[in-house]
Protein backbone atom coordinates (compact mmCIF):
# COMPACT_ATOMS: atom_id res chain seq x y z
CA UNK A 1 0.00 0.00 0.00
CA UNK A 2 1.50 3.74 -0.60
CA UNK A 3 1.81 6.01 2.03
CA UNK A 4 1.52 9.80 2.03
CA UNK A 5 4.57 10.19 4.71
CA UNK A 6 6.63 7.10 4.77
CA UNK A 7 8.26 4.77 1.88
CA UNK A 8 8.65 0.91 2.72
CA UNK A 9 11.09 -1.40 0.94
CA UNK A 10 11.09 -5.65 1.40
CA UNK A 11 13.87 -6.93 0.10
CA UNK A 12 16.34 -10.12 1.50
CA UNK A 13 13.64 -10.41 4.61
CA UNK A 14 14.51 -6.75 5.53
CA UNK A 15 11.77 -4.28 5.89
CA UNK A 16 12.97 -0.69 5.30
CA UNK A 17 10.71 1.96 6.39
CA UNK A 18 12.08 5.75 5.54
CA UNK A 19 10.48 8.33 7.13
CA UNK A 20 9.41 10.59 4.02
CA UNK A 21 8.75 14.62 5.07
CA UNK A 22 11.67 16.04 3.78
CA UNK A 23 9.76 19.64 3.67
CA UNK A 24 9.43 19.53 7.62
CA UNK A 25 12.37 17.70 8.21
CA UNK A 26 10.63 14.33 8.93
CA UNK A 27 8.63 15.56 11.69
CA UNK A 28 5.90 13.53 12.94
CA UNK A 29 2.27 14.53 13.21
CA UNK A 30 -0.36 12.28 13.18
CA UNK A 31 -0.87 10.94 9.93
CA UNK A 32 3.28 9.80 10.02
CA UNK A 33 2.43 7.83 13.01
CA UNK A 34 -0.54 6.36 11.84
CA UNK A 35 1.06 5.09 8.78
CA UNK A 36 4.35 4.27 10.41
CA UNK A 37 2.45 2.03 13.22
CA UNK A 38 0.43 0.42 10.14
CA UNK A 39 3.57 -0.06 7.93
CA UNK A 40 5.51 -1.67 11.54
CA UNK A 41 2.05 -3.91 12.33
CA UNK A 42 2.46 -4.89 9.03
CA UNK A 43 5.90 -6.04 8.95
CA UNK A 44 5.86 -7.84 12.07
CA UNK A 45 2.73 -9.95 10.42
CA UNK A 46 4.78 -10.55 7.21
CA UNK A 47 6.26 -13.95 7.03
CA UNK A 48 8.52 -12.67 4.35
CA UNK A 49 10.19 -10.08 7.06
CA UNK A 50 12.27 -11.36 9.85
CA UNK A 51 13.94 -7.58 10.90
CA UNK A 52 12.73 -4.17 10.13
CA UNK A 53 15.11 -0.92 9.92
CA UNK A 54 13.35 2.67 10.04
CA UNK A 55 15.75 5.65 9.45
CA UNK A 56 15.33 8.84 7.94
CA UNK A 57 17.23 11.34 5.24
CA UNK A 58 20.87 12.33 5.88
CA UNK A 59 19.99 15.17 7.47
CA UNK A 60 16.98 14.16 9.47
CA UNK A 61 16.06 11.08 10.84
CA UNK A 62 12.99 13.11 12.50
CA UNK A 63 13.20 16.10 14.06
CA UNK A 64 10.88 15.81 16.46
CA UNK A 65 6.93 15.98 16.67
CA UNK A 66 5.09 18.65 14.72
CA UNK A 67 5.32 21.74 15.95
CA UNK A 68 3.11 23.31 13.51
CA UNK A 69 0.49 20.69 13.95
CA UNK A 70 0.79 20.57 17.75
CA UNK A 71 1.08 24.75 18.37
CA UNK A 72 -2.37 25.58 18.49
CA UNK A 73 -3.69 22.26 20.19
CA UNK A 74 -5.39 22.23 23.85
CA UNK A 75 -4.95 20.22 26.55
CA UNK A 76 -8.62 18.21 25.85
CA UNK A 77 -7.72 17.73 22.10
CA UNK A 78 -3.87 16.11 23.10
CA UNK A 79 -5.42 14.18 25.78
CA UNK A 80 -8.63 12.99 23.52
CA UNK A 81 -6.31 12.43 20.81
CA UNK A 82 -3.73 10.84 23.04
CA UNK A 83 -1.14 12.53 20.98
CA UNK A 84 1.95 10.46 20.03
CA UNK A 85 1.12 7.29 22.66
CA UNK A 86 0.92 4.76 19.47
CA UNK A 87 4.59 5.47 18.97
CA UNK A 88 5.76 4.98 22.40
CA UNK A 89 3.96 2.15 23.71
CA UNK A 90 3.12 0.79 19.94
CA UNK A 91 6.88 -0.30 18.86
CA UNK A 92 7.37 -1.85 22.03
CA UNK A 93 4.71 -4.51 20.82
CA UNK A 94 6.46 -5.01 17.73
CA UNK A 95 7.81 -8.45 18.28
CA UNK A 96 10.50 -8.43 15.27
CA UNK A 97 13.91 -6.57 15.49
CA UNK A 98 13.34 -3.13 14.77
CA UNK A 99 16.99 -1.17 14.41
CA UNK A 100 16.58 2.35 13.88
CA UNK A 101 19.57 3.96 11.16
CA UNK A 102 20.12 7.52 12.39
CA UNK A 103 21.58 10.47 10.16
CA UNK A 104 21.60 14.18 11.22
CA UNK A 105 19.03 15.19 13.59
CA UNK A 106 17.35 13.32 16.30
CA UNK A 107 15.42 15.22 18.46
CA UNK A 108 12.32 15.38 20.62
CA UNK A 109 10.20 12.68 19.80
CA UNK A 110 12.79 12.08 16.73
CA UNK A 111 15.33 10.87 19.13
CA UNK A 112 12.16 9.08 21.50
CA UNK A 113 11.46 7.28 18.57
CA UNK A 114 14.69 5.77 17.59
CA UNK A 115 14.73 4.91 21.59
CA UNK A 116 11.74 2.98 21.04
CA UNK A 117 13.46 0.90 18.67
CA UNK A 118 15.85 -1.85 19.85
CA UNK A 119 18.77 -0.43 18.77
CA UNK A 120 20.37 2.48 17.48
CA UNK A 121 23.18 2.69 14.56
CA UNK A 122 23.73 6.25 13.81
CA UNK A 123 25.89 7.79 11.25
CA UNK A 124 28.87 10.36 12.52
CA UNK A 125 26.72 13.16 11.67
CA UNK A 126 23.90 12.49 13.93
CA UNK A 127 22.99 14.89 16.42
CA UNK A 128 20.01 13.80 19.48
CA UNK A 129 18.51 15.96 21.55
CA UNK A 130 15.44 16.65 23.67
CA UNK A 131 14.76 20.28 23.29
CA UNK A 132 11.21 20.66 24.20
CA UNK A 133 12.20 22.56 27.15
CA UNK A 134 12.73 25.66 24.48
CA UNK A 135 8.75 25.39 23.72
CA UNK A 136 7.81 25.25 27.22
CA UNK A 137 7.20 21.67 27.01
CA UNK A 138 9.15 18.19 28.13
CA UNK A 139 9.81 15.14 26.58
CA UNK A 140 6.51 13.11 26.04
CA UNK A 141 7.15 9.75 24.18
CA UNK A 142 10.07 8.63 26.60
CA UNK A 143 12.43 10.92 26.42
CA UNK A 144 12.43 11.59 30.17
CA UNK A 145 11.99 7.95 31.14
CA UNK A 146 14.05 5.84 28.23
CA UNK A 147 17.12 8.65 27.64
CA UNK A 148 17.56 8.57 31.84
CA UNK A 149 17.63 4.63 31.45
CA UNK A 150 20.25 4.49 28.04
CA UNK A 151 22.84 7.13 29.49
CA UNK A 152 21.77 7.69 33.11
CA UNK A 153 20.66 10.84 35.37
CA UNK A 154 23.81 12.97 34.60
CA UNK A 155 23.26 13.41 31.08
CA UNK A 156 19.36 12.73 30.88
CA UNK A 157 18.92 15.97 32.92
CA UNK A 158 21.38 17.78 30.95
CA UNK A 159 19.51 17.27 28.06
CA UNK A 160 16.00 17.43 29.00
CA UNK A 161 16.79 20.84 31.15
CA UNK A 162 19.42 22.43 29.02
CA UNK A 163 17.80 21.17 25.66
CA UNK A 164 21.68 21.15 24.16
CA UNK A 165 22.17 18.20 21.21
CA UNK A 166 24.36 15.25 21.79
CA UNK A 167 26.27 14.20 18.65
CA UNK A 168 27.30 11.17 17.38
CA UNK A 169 30.76 10.51 19.29
CA UNK A 170 29.35 11.21 23.07
CA UNK A 171 25.97 9.52 22.33
CA UNK A 172 28.01 5.86 21.36
CA UNK A 173 30.33 6.68 24.86
CA UNK A 174 27.09 7.32 26.89
CA UNK A 175 25.54 4.23 25.30
CA UNK A 176 22.38 5.59 23.72
CA UNK A 177 23.81 4.19 20.26
CA UNK A 178 25.63 0.53 19.60
CA UNK A 179 27.80 1.86 16.63
CA UNK A 180 28.47 5.03 14.83
CA UNK A 181 29.91 5.04 11.15
CA UNK A 182 30.60 7.59 8.19
CA UNK A 183 27.33 9.06 6.79
CA UNK A 184 27.96 7.27 4.04
CA UNK A 185 28.41 4.06 5.08
CA UNK A 186 25.57 3.84 7.19
CA UNK A 187 22.60 2.25 5.63
CA UNK A 188 25.11 -0.38 4.44
CA UNK A 189 25.58 -0.98 8.17
CA UNK A 190 22.17 -1.20 9.23
CA UNK A 191 21.03 -3.39 6.67
CA UNK A 192 23.91 -5.74 7.37
CA UNK A 193 23.03 -5.84 10.52
CA UNK A 194 19.27 -6.59 9.70
CA UNK A 195 20.45 -9.34 7.09
CA UNK A 196 22.49 -10.79 10.19
CA UNK A 197 19.84 -11.15 12.35
CA UNK A 198 17.19 -12.21 9.99
CA UNK A 199 20.04 -15.22 9.55
CA UNK A 200 18.78 -16.09 12.79
CA UNK A 201 15.92 -18.34 14.51
CA UNK A 202 13.17 -15.79 14.10
CA UNK A 203 11.55 -17.64 17.49
CA UNK A 204 14.95 -17.17 19.04
CA UNK A 205 15.77 -13.84 18.20
CA UNK A 206 11.83 -12.51 19.24
CA UNK A 207 12.99 -14.47 22.49
CA UNK A 208 16.33 -12.53 23.02
CA UNK A 209 14.61 -8.95 22.63
CA UNK A 210 11.78 -10.46 25.20
CA UNK A 211 14.55 -11.12 27.73
CA UNK A 212 16.47 -7.95 27.01
CA UNK A 213 13.42 -5.94 27.59
CA UNK A 214 12.38 -7.40 30.44
CA UNK A 215 15.15 -6.22 31.99
CA UNK A 216 13.50 -2.90 31.71
CA UNK A 217 10.77 -3.56 33.77
CA UNK A 218 11.98 -6.23 36.32
CA UNK A 219 13.95 -6.39 39.43
CA UNK A 220 17.32 -8.44 38.61
CA UNK A 221 16.05 -11.83 40.52
CA UNK A 222 13.08 -11.59 38.07
CA UNK A 223 15.03 -10.57 35.13
CA UNK A 224 17.57 -13.40 35.68
CA UNK A 225 14.73 -16.01 36.63
CA UNK A 226 12.58 -15.04 33.39
CA UNK A 227 16.02 -15.12 30.64
CA UNK A 228 16.80 -18.79 32.72
CA UNK A 229 13.38 -20.00 32.28
CA UNK A 230 12.82 -18.90 27.97
CA UNK A 231 16.43 -20.27 27.87
CA UNK A 232 14.91 -23.74 29.43
CA UNK A 233 12.03 -23.06 26.82
CA UNK A 234 14.24 -23.39 23.87
CA UNK A 235 15.21 -26.78 24.04
CA UNK A 236 11.53 -27.33 23.56
CA UNK A 237 12.36 -26.28 19.72
CA UNK A 238 13.62 -27.27 16.66
CA UNK A 239 16.01 -24.74 15.79
CA UNK A 240 17.72 -25.89 19.14
CA UNK A 241 18.65 -29.17 18.25
CA UNK A 242 20.08 -27.80 14.69
CA UNK A 243 21.85 -24.90 15.96
CA UNK A 244 24.17 -27.16 18.07
CA UNK A 245 23.95 -29.57 15.21
CA UNK A 246 25.36 -27.32 12.92
CA UNK A 247 27.92 -26.03 15.28
CA UNK A 248 29.12 -29.83 16.10
CA UNK A 249 28.94 -31.02 12.10
CA UNK A 250 30.78 -27.60 11.13
CA UNK A 251 28.18 -25.96 9.02
CA UNK A 252 25.95 -23.50 8.63
CA UNK A 253 22.45 -23.95 10.43
CA UNK A 254 19.28 -24.21 8.71
CA UNK A 255 17.12 -22.84 11.13
CA UNK A 256 12.93 -23.06 10.22
CA UNK A 257 11.85 -20.82 13.21
CA UNK A 258 10.31 -24.17 14.75
N1 LIG B 1 7.92 20.43 13.57
C1 LIG B 1 7.48 21.04 12.46
N2 LIG B 1 8.29 21.51 11.51
C2 LIG B 1 9.61 21.39 11.69
C3 LIG B 1 10.16 20.77 12.82
C4 LIG B 1 9.25 20.26 13.79
N3 LIG B 1 9.65 19.61 14.89
N4 LIG B 1 11.51 20.79 12.72
C5 LIG B 1 11.80 21.40 11.58
N5 LIG B 1 10.67 21.76 10.95
C6 LIG B 1 10.53 22.46 9.67
C7 LIG B 1 10.89 23.93 9.80
O1 LIG B 1 9.80 24.67 10.32
C8 LIG B 1 11.23 24.27 8.38
O2 LIG B 1 10.05 24.44 7.65
P1 LIG B 1 9.82 25.79 6.76
O3 LIG B 1 10.90 25.73 5.72
O4 LIG B 1 8.45 25.61 6.23
O5 LIG B 1 10.00 26.94 7.71
C9 LIG B 1 11.90 23.00 7.87
O6 LIG B 1 11.47 21.95 8.73
C10 LIG B 1 13.40 23.07 7.90
O7 LIG B 1 13.78 23.43 9.20
P2 LIG B 1 14.82 24.61 9.54
O8 LIG B 1 14.72 25.68 8.51
O9 LIG B 1 14.58 25.02 10.96
O10 LIG B 1 16.20 23.82 9.37
P3 LIG B 1 17.58 24.15 10.08
O11 LIG B 1 18.59 23.28 9.40
O12 LIG B 1 17.81 25.61 10.14
O13 LIG B 1 17.39 23.66 11.61
C11 LIG B 1 16.69 22.11 13.34
C12 LIG B 1 17.19 22.31 11.89
C13 LIG B 1 17.79 22.52 14.33
C14 LIG B 1 16.35 20.65 13.50
C15 LIG B 1 15.44 23.01 13.57
O14 LIG B 1 14.52 22.77 12.51
C16 LIG B 1 14.73 22.74 14.86
O15 LIG B 1 15.17 23.22 15.90
N6 LIG B 1 13.60 22.02 14.81
C17 LIG B 1 12.76 21.78 15.95
C18 LIG B 1 13.39 20.77 16.90
C19 LIG B 1 12.51 20.56 18.10
O16 LIG B 1 12.26 21.46 18.88
N7 LIG B 1 12.00 19.33 18.26
C20 LIG B 1 11.13 18.99 19.36
C21 LIG B 1 9.70 19.12 18.92
S1 LIG B 1 8.54 18.85 20.25
C22 LIG B 1 8.51 17.18 20.43
O17 LIG B 1 9.16 16.46 19.72
C23 LIG B 1 7.63 16.67 21.50
C24 LIG B 1 7.52 15.16 21.47
C25 LIG B 1 6.63 14.67 22.55
C26 LIG B 1 5.17 14.76 22.19
C27 LIG B 1 4.41 13.90 23.18
C28 LIG B 1 2.96 14.18 23.24
C29 LIG B 1 2.30 13.37 24.35
Do not use: W
Not at 128 to 154: D, H, W, Y
Not at 166 to 186: F, I, T, Y
Amino acid sequence: MAFETIIVEIEDHVALIKLNRPDALNALNQTLTRELMQALEEADANDKVRCIVLTGSEKAFAAGADIKEMASMSFAEVNTANLFAALGDGIQQIRKPVIAAVSGYALGGGCELAMACDFIIASDTAKFGQPEINLGVIAGIGGSQRLTRAVGKAKSMDMNLTGRFMDAEEAERAGLVSRVVPAKKLMEEALGAAQKIAEKSLLTARTAKEAVNRSFESTLAEGLLFERRVFHSLFATEDQKEGMAAFIEKRQPQFRDK
